[in-house]
């Protein structure tokens, strides 16, 4: 199986039912992706799938063969994905850092969608993602700068 991640083709030998987060951190290295539940629940997993936020760490690595896969490794080289890291440094979005990736990568999807959404809009979109540091008014605030 050959999957297309953060501009590459790489081809994976993991078995094709095992979770997209799993073939990503123990098979390529991309450790940003974390597994907080496994269930698909928290967030952490988020990676960009054709422009979309979409939690992978219960999904199977064969249902994104063929699609556009970034991580929070490849956010970086994406005009949106740089805005959206700087405007969390300088708001301190991060505590324990834990779901940061997962947050940036749903803003970035946000921020790529081209929609300016309101405060409402941003907290629905964040929903997914849980942050158990209390980090939720610095992360609002970074996502609110970097979709201003």
């Given at each position: 199986?050959?999957l297309?991640?953060?501009?590459?083709?790489?081809?994976?030998?993991?078995?094709?039912?095992?979770?997209?987060?799993?073939?990503?951190?123990?098979?390529?290295?991309?450790?940003?992706?974390?597994?907080?539940?496994?269930?698909?629940?928290?967030?952490?997993?988020?990676?960009?799938?054709?422009?979309?936020?979409?939690?992978?760490?219960?999904?199977?690595?064969?249902?994104?063969?063929?699609?556009?896969?970034?991580?929070?490794?490849?956010?970086?080289?994406?005009?949106?994905?740089?805005?959206?890291?700087?405007?969390?440094?300088?708001?301190?979005?991060?505590?324990?850092?834990?779901?940061?990736?997962?947050?940036?990568?749903?803003?970035?999807?946000?921020?790529?969608?081209?929609?300016?959404?309101?405060?409402?809009?941003?907290?629905?979109?964040?929903?997914?993602?849980?942050?158990?540091?209390?980090?939720h008014?610095?992360v609002?605030?970074?996502?609110?700068?970097?979709?201003?």
């Open positions: 199986m050959t297309r991640i953060n501009g590459e083709d790489r081809r994976i030998n993991s078995d094709p039912d095992t979770p997209l987060a799993y073939v990503l951190r123990d098979e390529l290295g991309l450790k940003g992706t974390r597994i907080g539940c496994g269930l698909e629940q928290c967030g952490a997993c988020a990676a960009l799938v054709d422009g979309e936020a979409v939690l992978t760490c219960s999904t199977p690595a064969a249902v994104f063969e063929g699609r556009e896969i970034v991580t929070v490794e490849g956010v970086s080289a994406l005009p949106e994905g740089r805005r959206v890291q700087d405007a969390f440094v300088a708001q301190a979005a991060a505590q324990c850092g834990y779901c940061t990736a997962g947050l940036v990568v749903a803003v970035t999807a946000l921020a790529r969608a081209g929609a300016a959404p309101d405060r409402e809009a941003i907290k629905q979109a964040l929903a997914p993602h849980l942050c158990r540091c209390g980090s008014p610095r609002l605030a970074a996502a609110e700068e970097a979709l201003s």
